[in-house]
C-alpha cells in the first residue's frame, strides 16, 4: 500500500467513519417516529365518510414535544376532524346514515316548485352563512334532509356544528334542571357553538296527541337557547319542526317572534302530497 494512502487512511480513520451509522438527537430520533405514525393511513371515514388530509383519518396527529426536564417526546393529540366526526355520529346515531355520502343537495330531488324554492333557499344559506334557517310544518317532506345538507356543507368546510335532535336532548337537559353544573353542561355547548341544528323542535315522539304539546320547561330550554343565540347573531342556527312559525308564536309568542325576526323561514301546509314517506303507497 501506498504510504501516503495509508496514514491518511489512518488519520482519517475513513472506513470505521463510513461504517458508523449517523448519530440521531434524541429530538431526531422522536421525530422519525412521530414522522413514521403520522405517515400511517387510519380507517374513521369507513364508518363516517368524512376524509381528513391532515391526519389521514386516525383521528391523532403525534407532536413532538419537549418535557420540563429537557427530553424529549411524543405526545399523542386529537386532530380538529375529531369534532366534525363527533357531530357527525350523533347525527348518524339519530337515524340519519350515511350523511357525507347521502344527504347532499343534488340527492334532494325537487321537482315541485315548493321543493325547488326550499332546496335552493338552503342552498344559498350554507353559501351566505348569515342568520337563522327554519322549515317547519308537513311531515316527510324533506325538510331533515336540507337542513342536514346544510350541515353537512359546514363540516365539510371545518366549522363547529351540533346537532339536537329535540326529542332526545330535551328530556336530558330537563332532568338536570336542578344540577347548575350538569344543566350547564348540556346547554352551553348549544347556546354557544357557531352553528346548531335543532331537529323537530318541540316534538317529543311519544303519547298520545297532548302529551306531545311541549310543556312550560320544553318553553324555557328553547328560550334559553335561542334567545342567547338571538343576542348573539354571528351564530348560526337552522332549526325543522313539524310546528310552523304561527304553531310556534301560539305555543310561545317570545320564541316565535325571534325565529319569525331572525330566520329565513318555511312553513309547508299540511298536504300529504308532500309526504315523501307515503309515495308509492298505494292508498285503497
Ligand atoms: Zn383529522
Known amino acids: ?19 458508523l451509522p449517523p448519530r440521531l438527537s434524541d429530538e431526531e430520533s422522536e421525530r422519525m417516529k412521530a414522522d413514521a405514525f403520522n405517515d400511517t393511513e387510519g380507517n374513521l371515514n369507513e364508518d ?32 380538529e376532524c375529531m369534532k366534525i366526526r363527533h357531530t357527525i355520529r350523533m347525527m348518524q346515531r339519530s337515524g340519519l ?7 347532499t343537495f343534488s340527492k ?14 338552503a342552498k344559498t344559506y350554507s353559501l351566505e352563512k348569515k342568520g337563522w334557517f327554519f322549515i317547519g310544518g308537513q311531515s316527510g317532506a324533506g325538510k331533515t334532509h336540507l337542513c342536514t345538507a346544510i350541515c353537512r356543507e359546514f363540516l365539510l368546510e371545518g366549522m363547529p ?13 330537563k332532568a338536570a334542571v336542578n344540577d347548575a353544573a350538569l ?42 337557547i335561542l334567545n342567547f343565540r338571538y343576542n348573539n347573531p354571528d ?6 319542526s313539524e310546528c ?21 323561514a318555511f312553513s309547508l301546509k299540511p298536504d300529504r302530497s308532500k309526504n315523501f314517506r307515503l309515495k308509492g303507497v298505494t292508498e285503497l
Do not use: H
Not at 351564530?235 to 325543522?240: A, P, V
Not at 304561527?246 to 316565535?256: Q, V
Open 1 to 19: 500500500m501506498d504510504i501516503l494512502e495509508a496514514v491518511l487512511k489512518n488519520t482519517l480513520n475513513m472506513e470505521s467513519f463510513s461504517d
Open 48 to 79: 363516517d365518510g368524512y376524509s381528513c388530509s391532515i391526519c389521514k383519518n386516525r383521528g391523532i396527529i403525534m407532536k413532538v414535544k419537549q418535557t420540563r426536564s429537557g427530553n424529549w417526546t411524543n405526545v399523542a393529540c386529537d386532530c
Open 97 to 103: 346514515k350515511n350523511i357525507i355520502r347521502d344527504y
Open 108 to 121: 334532494f330531488i325537487a321537482t315541485e316548485d315548493w321543493q325547488i324554492t326550499l332546496k335552493e333557499a
Open 161 to 173: 356544528v351540533k346537532y339536537m335532535l329535540w326529542r332526545d336532548e330535551a328530556p336530558k337537559i
Open 183 to 224: 344543566y350547564s353542561a348540556w346547554m352551553d355547548p348549544l347556546k354557544k357553538v357557531k352553528v346548531l341544528y335543532i331537529d323537530d323542535l318541540f316534538k317529543t315522539g311519544r303519547g298520545s296527541e297532548d302529551s306531545q304539546k311541549p310543556t312550560a320547561a320544553d318553553v324555557n330550554i328553547a328560550f334559553e
Open 235 to 240: 351564530l348560526l342556527t337552522i332549526i325543522s
Open 244 to 264: 310552523t312559525v304561527n304553531d310556534i308564536i301560539n305555543i310561545d309568542e317570545a320564541i316565535g317572534g325571534r325565529i319569525f325576526e331572525r330566520a329565513k
